[in-house]
């Protein structure tokens, strides 16, 4: 029965003028080769299309002794997830007159994966220890945020700087400035 089906089939091939006979070796080879590009063209276009949109942006407490324990929210707005999200800052200020030097640190916790759309704070592991006096006093914050998108292998990173500063009313206002290399 089965050696009746394949000669039926080998003579509609016939009929309709195909070759009954494989590919070859070389033809498989070169059509391999192709996808293997087009694959390559592709995933240039994801990262050249769609490249990761992430900010960094101070959030601001309510209660009057955390004014300057900052918390930092970092929003994914991209199509594609984010992985390995860690952050460092460095600040330095004014404090009663007096010029601080830059302290160094990591924020807490890193984040191992923030979805598309979706937004994660991190906050100084250890709060700033201080409230301004006056209101020439402030605090200039460095933040480095470290991430890798989820079609690369490699890490983005991205810098942003914010300048905390008394208000008359007591309140500490966050505002971006920009960075200075």
């Given at each position: ?10 003579k509609q091939q016939l009929r309709q003028g195909k070759s009954t006979q494989t590919r070859s070796g070389w033809s498989v ?107 020439d006093d402030f605090v200039d914050v460095t933040v480095v945020t470290k991430f890798r998108s989820s079609f690369v292998w490699?890490?983005?990173?991205i810098k942003r700087r914010f300048l905390g500063r008394r208000m008359a009313d007591n309140s500490v206002k966050w505002m ?6």
């Amino acid at each position: 029965m089965k050696l009746m089906i394949d000669q039926i089939l080998k003579k509609q091939q016939l009929r309709q003028g195909k070759s009954t006979q494989t590919r070859s070796g070389w033809s498989v080879f070169v059509r391999g080769f192709y996808a293997v590009w087009i694959g390559i063209f592709l995933w240039i276009g994801l990262i050249i299309f769609y490249p990761p949109r992430v900010s960094v942006n101070p959030i601001g407490s309510e209660k009057p002794g955390e004014a300057l324990q900052p918390k930092f929210e970092i929003s994914n707005n991209s199509t594609f997830p984010i992985y390995d999200v860690s952050s460092e800052a460095t600040w330095a200020g004014r404090y009663g007159g007096n010029e601080m030097s830059a302290v160094h640190m990591a924020l807490e916790p890193t984040i191992r994966q923030i979805e598309a759309g979706s937004r994660r704070a991190q906050a100084l592991a250890t709060s700033l220890h201080f409230t301004p006096l006056a209101q020439d006093d402030f605090v200039d914050v460095t933040v480095v945020t470290k991430f890798r998108s989820s079609f690369v292998w490699w890490h983005s990173v991205i810098k942003r700087r914010f300048l905390g500063r008394r208000m008359a009313d007591n309140s500490v206002k966050w505002m971006e400035i920009p960075l200075s290399y």
